[in-house]
């Protein structure tokens, strides 16, 4: 009989599966953080896990554990290493957040271009004369440039090309293996890509190192604006602080940060012309419903032997987590 620690608030939905699956009993703990659930790792046999980290030192806690399954695409906070280590598997929801994230890359691209900030408060404050200034623009005929074409960019482009955007996406992984025929163009060297676009949507995995500086910010056009609703990390965000505070693009709008929730004296939040999120890009209440969903299915799958080979990270691990 598998029991099941669910680490951070779950959608009534998933919780309802969970309670639902004949021989599982389970924890749950509704706060995100790792020392809150920390103390029940020990009798788990699987994981799901919110947005909180899993460390190396948690994991050896963890003597039961075969699974861990996140409530998310993204990893990086889990330390992999020690799961390979044990023999447990990692897997992660399907395609069940990209629309969101796409229109919350397409909202923040409007907001930032119409300068929904500064529209707001010339209402608010009694600076109506504003709208003179003619600062807004329109995004139908400008180039938006898309970093990453996996299901978010290309649910992006979709979108983006219905308000008449001319688009460009560049994806070195995706440009090694053949561009998909009938696909937006591709953009081979970064720079260019960068110098050519009115718009940069960030929508790749996070690296070791940030892909956008001080070099790409010099690449682009000074009435340019960047997107980032991928992860904090991969813009350098004192890079970006500079380039917007001298001019060198015209704004941004990021729903994640290097540090979250951002410290109180970030400079970001001093600019008007940045827009800002609290990483909520993939959590409307549709896709929080469908990530809870897939996310304890992925448990149940595994104990039933038919999880979804193409959702576990370490594949190589699913036959001796399975064997356990």
Avoid at 54 to 81: E, N
Avoid at 230 to 252: K, N, P, T, Y
Avoid at 277 to 298: D, F, K
Wanted: charged share 20%.
């Amino acid at each position: 009989m598998p029991h099941v620690l669910v680490a951070g608030k779950l959608h009534r939905s998933g919780m309802a599966l969970l309670e639902s699956a004949p021989g599982v009993t389970f924890d749950y703990v509704e706060e995100i953080s790792e020392p809150s659930y920390a103390p029940l790792i020990g009798k788990a046999d699987g994981l799901v896990l919110r947005t909180q980290p899993l460390s190396a030192a948690t994991v050896a806690q963890a003597a039961k554990l075969k699974i861990v399954s996140r409530h998310g695409v993204g990893y990086d906070a889990v330390h992999l290493p020690s799961l390979n280590e044990r023999g447990i598997a990692l897997a992660v929801v399907g395609d069940v957040n990209s629309i969101s994230v796409a229109e919350h890359s397409m909202m923040l691209l409007l907001a930032t271009v119409k300068r929904a900030l500064r529209a707001d408060r010339s209402v608010r404050d009694g600076g109506w004369g504003w709208r003179n200034l003619l600062q807004a623009h329109e995004v139908s005929g400008k180039r938006l440039l898309i970093l990453g074409y996996g299901r978010i960019g290309r649910n992006l482009a979709r979108m983006a090309g219905g308000f008449g955007m001319q688009i460009r996406a560049y994806d070195p992984f995706l440009h090694k293996q053949g561009w998909p025929a009938g696909e937006v163009e591709p953009v081979a060297d970064l720079l260019q890509g960068l110098a050519w676009a009115d718009a940069v949507s960030v929508n790749v995995p996070k690296a070791d190192k940030p892909i956008i500086g001080a070099r790409e910010f010099a690449a682009m056009k000074p009435d340019a604006v960047l997107i980032n609703t991928a992860r904090g990390g991969i813009v350098d965000e004192a890079a970006l602080v500079a380039a917007i505070s001298a001019g060198q693009i015209a704004g941004a709008g990021l729903d994640v940060f290097d540090d979250e929730p951002p410290q109180a004296d970030s400079p970001l939040l001093a600019l008007d012309n940045v827009v800002l999120s609290p990483h909520i890009a993939g959590l409307t209440a549709e896709c929080a419903e469908r990530m809870a969903l897939s996310s304890v299915q992925n448990v149940l799958d595994f104990f039933n032997g038919c999880i979804d080979a193409s959702l576990v990270v370490n594949r190589e691990r699913l036959g001796a987590a399975l064997a356990h």
